[in-house]
């Protein structure tokens, strides 16, 4: 098991991953803490949409889908591949 | 009388809930100080007669969203003697967040734990008792969706409000939400606390029902594939369905008008009779006519989007749908206004941000909808051989997209949208039969109440622009409208629209059905084959194909300006958006006519 710092965004499907920081607007960062979104959480990507789409994501029971430039500024650690 | 607003996050069934508790009995109210309508009902809990307001869904009281600030100034401004917080079992890992932040409200609260039903699946336990402990407020789980069908928790749960109500004598008021507000580091301590001592969440979950099918919905080549599909399939009910009920309703009503009101309107004076028959009577079969349709598209929106499947249209169509300044979900009304531009409008309603809804109500009346269906197939007959017919069809469904296009790319900077986007997938589910029928009835029942007064005004006013002055043949040069027609010659003619088909233009601003009978009045023929005749003998296909551009693009009909006005709530909003159609449709048909003119046609 390798660990690497990267942003949610690059995470491949299956991919599981811890997050570290959320670097986001007051509002949107509300936002992903109301859905889940908190430092050391678990989340799993389970899918990106064709032609640079949103992604799709689930943190503990929620499932989630999110633009590719807002998740990137979501840093995780990924602990699985 | 006592007071309860009703409060939770979105997708939690909190709409369920109030449908169930109030016996859909609500009706949408303004709500004094608010910009936004709320849902209300009056209703006997126990011996206390109590106003039951139902809040939009928000995820944290603090928050920034519109719906979050109409939260926090109806808690500011209404003093309350009961919150009832519903939320998701399921999800229950991060809702409590909104549960403690309510409890330091100082208001009596309830919190209901709603879908208890989905949660054994989602390896969700939960104890009710010890979190009723940590919050101080009654727990209790229950299912909003099979109501007492499911264990004891809605019972218990009316039991629990009625008795709360009965002991909170004075209603409580927060003076100021800020002050009552918990920093995030706080939350997630009380959070993690009472999820360690009352909740167990298995991680064993992951294969679900939801899963597998998602792996076929949203796969990455199959899924568009299939939305279109499910799309096609839904368009196809609606008005395979629709149409012909439709049809049945006029017929019924012409019936009535033949058989009943002829005969017993014979004695007034023939001014009066054609006023209260043909303008009142019809205008109210105008209305009327629209509620199949509406009945059946919600119908089916409602299992679309109680299904899950309208959050994941979103996904799927996002990539393309941002470059415009719209949303996946703009797309798929944009595609429900092909039948009928009315209720796809009044489907924006699930898009939260103002600006993104804005804009995809602008959109939408351009989709070519089955009214001005009827005038293209009629008119591309009479003026087109059979081979070209269908090409000129189609031809008129690219200007259609082209349009909507356009529109889109104008004026996405008017209508910025900020939102982030980030939208829930929650597993898919099938409503019930009486969740179905509830939904669409409250539509139509909305539909009615708001739009009936604004057409039937409308239609009245055609009718008398059409028939004053009184010693005038109707419809004819010498009329209100036909000096109206006259008077925008100017106008219309680089169009190569002249005055009769410029009066007919006038009568399709009721509704595009209008124009075949308007027409017909005009030429004075009374069956369709004299019509062609007439109408093929009078103008070329040049200008036509200028009078279908124009028909298809300035504003559909009555009812879409009505419900414009009110899903917008700005006269200024459907001002702009019959301006603007108007403006695009003189533009193209200029265009067109001009330069099919200059190439020699």
């Known amino acids: ?81 | 009388m006592k007071r309860i607003a009703v409060l939770g996050m979105p997708n939690t069934g909190k709409s369920t809930f109030f449908n169930r508790f109030t016996g859909a009995t609500a009706s949408v109210g303004n709500w004094a100080g608010m910009t936004v309508d709320l849902m209300m009902a009056t209703l006997k809990i126990g011996e206390v007669t109590a106003d039951v307001i139902d809040l939009p869904g928000i995820y944290d009281l603090r928050g920034f969203s519109e719906d979050e600030m109409v939260v926090q100034r109806f808690l500011e401004s209404t003093p309350l003697h009961l919150i009832i917080i519903i939320l998701n079992t399921v999800q229950i890992d991060r809702q409590l967040s909104l549960a403690l932040q309510i409890k330091r409200l100082q208001i009596p609260a309830i919190l209901l734990l709603n879908m208890a039903d989905e949660a054994p699946k989602f390896g969700v336990k939960v104890n009710a008792e010890k979190i009723a402990q940590h919050l101080e407020m009654p727990v209790i789980s229950m299912s909003a969706k099979y109501g007492n069908q499911y264990g004891k928790g809605y019972d218990a749960a009316i039991d629990a409000i009625a008795q709360t109500l009965h002991q909170q004598e004075h209603p409580i008021c927060v003076r100021n939400i800020s002050d009552c507000a918990i920093d995030d580091r706080q939350l997630a301590t009380e959070l993690d606390a009472i999820l360690q001592d009352a909740v167990h969440i298995s991680t064993q979950h992951s294969n679900t029902l939801t899963t597998r099918l998602d792996r076929f919905l949203l796969h990455p080549i199959l899924g568009l594939p299939l939305f279109f599909a499910a799309m096609y399939l839904m368009f196809q009910v609606v008005y395979t369905l629709g149409t012909p009920l439709q049809a049945f309703l006029s017929f019924g009503l012409d019936w009535i008008k033949v058989a009943a009101l002829e005969p017993v309107f014979t004695p007034f004076p023939s001014f009066l009779k054609g006023f209260l028959i043909g303008g009142l009577y019809d205008g109210i079969g105008t209305v009327v006519a629209f509620i199949p349709v509406i009945l059946l598209f919600f119908f089916c929106m409602a299992i679309v989007e109680d299904s899950g499947y309208l959050a994941r249209s979103a996904f799927l169509m996002d990539a393309f749908m941002e470059r415009l300044g719209l949303d996946g979900r703009s797309f798929v009304m944009s595609l429900m206004g092909f039948g009928c531009n009315v209720p796809a409008i009044m489907g924006t309603r699930v898009m939260r941000s103002p600006g993104l809804r804005m804009l995809s109500m602008l959109v939408i009346p351009f989709s070519l909808c089955s009214a001005r269906l009827n005038v293209f197939i009629f008119m591309t007959t009479a003026l087109f051989t059979p081979q070209v017919a269908p090409g000129v069809l189609f031809s008129l469904y690219l200007f259609s997209f082209a349009a909507a296009l356009v529109t889109a790319l104008l004026f996405k900077g008017q209508f910025p949208n900020h939102d982030p986007l980030v939208l829930e997938l929650p597993p898919y589910r099938f409503p019930t039969i009486k969740q179905i029928f509830v939904r669409a009835w409250v539509e139509v029942k909305h539909f009615l109440r708001w739009s009936n007064q604004f057409i039937i005004a409308g239609v009245v006013i055609i009718w008398l622009l059409n028939h004053l002055p009184m010693d005038v043949p109707p419809a004819s040069k010498q009329t209100l409208s036909g000096m109206i027609g006259q008077a925008v010659q100017p106008l219309l003619q680089p169009l190569g629209i002249n005055s009769q088909l410029a009066i007919a233009l006038i009568f399709g601003f009721v509704a595009k059905e209008v124009v075949l009978g308007g027409l017909a009045v005009i030429y004075g023929a009374s069956n369709d084959a004299g019509l062609g005749g007439a109408i093929a003998h009078q103008i070329d296909w040049v200008q036509a194909y200028s009078f279908m551009l124009f028909t298809l693009l300035y504003i559909p009909c009555l009812s879409t300006i009505a419900v414009l006005k009110r899903e917008s709530k700005s006269a200024k909003f459907a001002t702009l958006a019959v301006v603007w159609s108007i403006a695009l449709a003189w533009i193209t048909s200029f265009l067109f006519y001009q330069g099919a003119r200059l190439l020699g046609f």
Request: aromatic letters at 4%; a positive charge.
């Open chain 1, 1 to 81: 098991m390798s660990v690497s710092h990267s942003h949610l965004a690059a995470l491949k499907p299956g991919h599981i991953a811890i997050i570290a920081s959320l670097n986001l607007s007051p509002q949107f960062h509300q936002r992903l803490l109301a859905l889940g979104f908190r430092q050391g959480r678990q989340v799993t990507m389970l899918r990106r949409s064709a032609f640079a789409g949103p992604i799709h994501v689930r943190i503990g029971t929620t499932e989630v889908m999110l633009r590719r430039r807002d998740a990137q500024n979501v840093n995780v650690t990924l602990v699985r591949r």
